[in-house]
């Protein structure tokens, strides 16, 4: 483990990616980069329900300063921006398309992201998909995959703590002894 890294920080270091994958779609500087430089997220698979990932990811990152787009067919409107049933249907540049959805649907969002001109392809935590990668790279875009965007962003923003991600819940902070 690097400086600054805990034992929170090694649940995203158990990928599925062989080490040659890892270097190449989870570099540390890529993810800086992507996340440093990019400020609008198109969210494929965002859900309505508060319980799913997705949803509390998307809060995050709103919060964090990211406008967020929904890409959901099922919904109207999630977190107060209007959803969109597909990245083609999006009127405006996006930077990096998140994709909440099975490895199987990657691909095709994949040749989505490159015809709108986004950046970067994210696939979400335990989430590959080489075809989807290969169609990205193809396009010009950087691909991420297996890493989740809110514990990323975390991890290099420093709002990741010694035993989890500071969700505003529960404290990571050691408590003062006063005996």
């Known amino acids: 483990m690097g400086p600054g890294s805990g034992p929170a920080c090694d649940l995203t ?9 890892r270097e190449k779609y989870q570099h540390p500087a890529v993810i800086r980069k992507v996340l440093a430089e990019s400020r609008t997220i198109a969210i494929v698979g965002l859900s309505a329900d508060r319980q799913k990932a997705s949803h509390f990811v998307a809060t995050y990152l709103q919060y964090a300063g990211y406008r967020i787009i929904p890409v959901n067919p099922h919904a109207q409107e999630i977190l107060g921006e209007r959803t969109y049933p597909d990245l083609r249907s999006i009127p405006e540049p996006v930077d990096v398309v998140d ?3 099975p490895a199987h649907e990657c691909p095709e969002y994949a040749r989505q992201a490159v015809e709108i001109g986004a950046r970067t392809l994210w696939l979400q935590l335990r989430i590959v998909s080489l075809e989807a ?11 991420v995959m297996d890493r989740c965007i809110k ?5 290099y923003n420093g709002s990741m703590h010694w035993v989890g991600m ?3 819940i529960i404290t990571a902070r050691r408590a003062r002894r006063w005996f």
């Open 13 to 21: 270091l158990n990928s599925i990616l062989p080490p040659a994958l």
């Open 99 to 101: 994709v909440f959805r």
């Open 133 to 143: 990668a290969q169609i990205a790279e193809a396009g010009g875009l950087q691909v």
């Open 151 to 155: 514990m990323e962003h975390g991890r």
């Open 166 to 168: 500071n969700t505003g």
